[in-house]
């Protein structure tokens, strides 16, 4: 079946290739093999040739997107800006029209986004590229589902100081069973199983992803906090961001298949664009 829309997200990890046509939309997640943006693009519309016509519309961000020629092998690309895409690509993915979406993959970058209009107002470089060095480090493993599995299999608690054992009680909003000190006890202790030490990675990255979302989503103005990108492939990692929610009374919303929501926004933003008359092929 020919494509109408296909769009391609070149992030530092991986590569999200998504097609809409007449059966649905389409996703598959590419891992970055750090080939030049023409090729990680060709390698993308290699994987959909059958789905291919003359009509189709190809939409490209992420990455060096904007390195891309106006026309490769013979199909004009629309080069969307990434912080729009994953702004309306968020809001999509979650049914909303308005929320501050934090696209948490290598790293984190969050976006104001308001119907149309997405800006960029703060981000992190902790994401899930600081789990997988850390865990690549300590725990002798890369890979995300067995990172994701021994976190689950663990008890952060072991690794971390706690509330209690720090103070006695609670602090402010915080509970006395919250920790206070991230992976605290490996100043004097070693003996950790890589459960407890998974789980303690997980937690570290989780709550700095969250504690910057509800601060920025105050100082924006916005009620709802939408969570995409492929670290929130992570079930440990949507638990631990749970948590903090429950301590700040602030909840998040988590769309079905985040990995993609920024793929997703670059349809958004061509459909957007075909059905008003407004896209047009960048000539360099």
């Not at 100082?219 to 929130?232: K, S």
């Amino acid at each position: 079946m020919k494509a109408d829309f296909i769009a391609v997200d070149m992030g530092t990890t991986n590569t999200d290739l998504v097609w809409l046509d007449g059966g649905g939309m389409h996703m598959r997640k590419l891992e970055n093999l750090h080939l030049s943006a023409v090729e990680q693009v060709r390698q993308c519309l290699n994987l959909v040739d059958d789905a291919l016509d003359a009509d189709v519309k190809i939409g490209v961000t992420g990455g060096h997107y904007r390195a891309l020629p106006a026309v490769l092998d013979g199909f004009h690309l629309n080069k969307v800006e990434e912080m729009r895409a994953l702004g309306l690509g968020g809001l999509a993915a979650a049914g909303l029209e308005v929320g501050l979406v934090v696209s948490a993959g290598t790293g984190t970058a969050m976006v104001a986004a308001r119907g149309t209009a997405a800006q960029h107002v703060t981000g992190s470089a902790v994401g899930g590229g600081t789990l997988i060095g850390l865990a690549n480090l300590i725990l002798g493993t890369a890979d995300y589902g067995e990172i994701d599995a021994l976190a689950l299999a663990g008890d952060a608690n072991a690794a971390d100081i706690m509330v209690s054992e720090a103070v006695g009680g609670e602090v402010g909003k915080l509970p006395a069973n919250a920790n206070a000190v991230n992976l605290g006890k490996l100043i004097d202790r070693t003996d950790f199983t890589r459960e407890d030490l998974a789980a303690g990675l997980v937690r570290l990255v989780a709550q700095v992803i969250a504690v910057i979302a509800i601060n920025a989503a105050e100082a924006a103005g916005l009620r709802d906090i939408i969570l995409i990108g492929h670290t929130m492939d992570l079930v440990s990692i949507q638990k631990e961001i749970a948590l903090v929610g429950e301590f700040y009374q602030r909840s998040f919303t988590m769309p079905e298949h985040p990995g993609f929501a920024t793929a997703r926004g670059v349809i958004d933003v061509m459909k957007r664009e075909t059905h008003h008359g407004g896209l047009h092929w960048i000539d360099s």
